[in-house]
């Protein structure tokens, strides 16, 4: 049986989720990550003060840490592939070996920071379309750019019907009125004002460009599927191709849908959710759906609380 390893991104953070972390050594990685982003790591997990979690620049490295965590209280044979949905594509890289943590970490931190600069609070807006298909979205979008100009494009291809739109907030809001007009029911304006996977986010594109010349890359000991193009990278040495990705990834739209069409095209027929949530597995169960597969795929999360429910 073929695995594949799923790294969650944004949105997938909830208060608390680093307190199950309690070994010995688990509790020096985290303390170990708070010297090197000099902050409470533990206490920013569990949203003190309230809000400082779902912050951009703290969210990302905690995901990020969390993921790295519950990786390594997998016990069982390495995966297949690995591949992660936005930030969550550094905890792949992490998993792969290409990336030390500590380093992921400064990275994804530094990241953060840089989505938000790169517009000014208020001007952004992301905005879930349920329903159409990509094609259909495209087509409306591409008219409300001729018509009126301005930044909007889909930003995440998430499952069949799920699409997220984001660009410059007026672009976004007359776009969201000619897909209603066009006959889409339900449209989801979603609380982030950071547009991300646009092209508004050039200038964090250009630092993290900076960032990733200055980090060191090993080897890929596991192939990981790349958001911008959905196709395997690796393994082996690929450090050139990681770091134009990682960067062209912050300007491109993340092809969930296909990336998860290809992983399964290779024979993939079991997926572990790494890390907090599960959103990926219910995005992934979404596109098992659509496609008809006669086989059906399982589905593991690491999150405790998910798996109680």
């Known amino acids: 049986m073929k695995t594949a390893y799923l790294f ?23 303390a170990r990550a708070s010297e090197i982003l000099s902050a409470d790591v533990l206490k920013i997990s569990r949203d003190e003060p309230a809000g400082i979690l779902d912050q951009t620049r703290w969210t990302q490295p905690l995901l990020l840490l969390c993921s790295t965590l519950a990786l390594g209280r997998l016990e069982e044979e390495p995966p297949s592939v690995v591949l992660g949905h936005s930030l ?9 070996g290409a ?10 931190h530094r990241r953060g920071e840089a989505m938000q600069e790169a517009v000014p609070a208020g001007t952004g807006l992301m905005a879930a379309v349920l329903g159409p298909s990509r094609e259909e979205i495209d087509r409306v ?18 499952c069949p019907g799920q699409c997220v739109i984001a660009g410059q907030k007026e672009a976004v809001e007359r776009a969201i009125e000619a897909l209603r007009a066009a006959g889409v029911r339900k449209i989801v304006p979603l609380a982030v004002s950071v547009p991300s996977h646009t092209a508004l986010m050039a200038p964090a594109a250009r630092v993290m460009k900076e960032r990733l010349a200055q ?71 979404r596109v098992e759906r659509q496609l008809g597969r006669p086989e059906k795929l399982i589905w593991v999360t690491t999150d405790p609380k998910v798996a109680k429910e």
Not at 8 to 30: K, N, V, Y
Request: glycine share 10%; net charge negative.
């Open 88 to 96: 969550g594509e550094y905890s792949a890289h992490v998993a792969a």
């Open 141 to 158: 979008l591409t008219e409300v750019r001729k018509l009126s100009g301005g930044v909007v494009s889909v930003a995440n291809d998430n």
């Open 8 to 30: 969650p991104g944004q949105g997938s953070q909830s208060p608390g989720m680093l307190d199950r972390f309690d070994g010995s050594s688990e509790r020096a990685t985290i």
């Open 215 to 285: 980090t060191k890359l090993k080897p890929l000991n596991i192939p990981v599927v790349a958001n911008v193009t959905a196709s395997f990278v690796g393994p082996g040495e690929a450090s050139a191709e990681i770091r134009e990705l990682l960067v062209r990834q912050l300007e491109s739209p993340v092809e969930w849908t296909k990336s998860m069409e290809t992983v399964l095209a290779s024979g993939v027929t079991r997926f572990v959710e790494v890390g907090s949530g599960s959103v990926l597995t219910g995005l992934g169960k």
């Open 99 to 108: 990336l030390a943590l500590e380093d992921a970490l400064l990275l994804v």
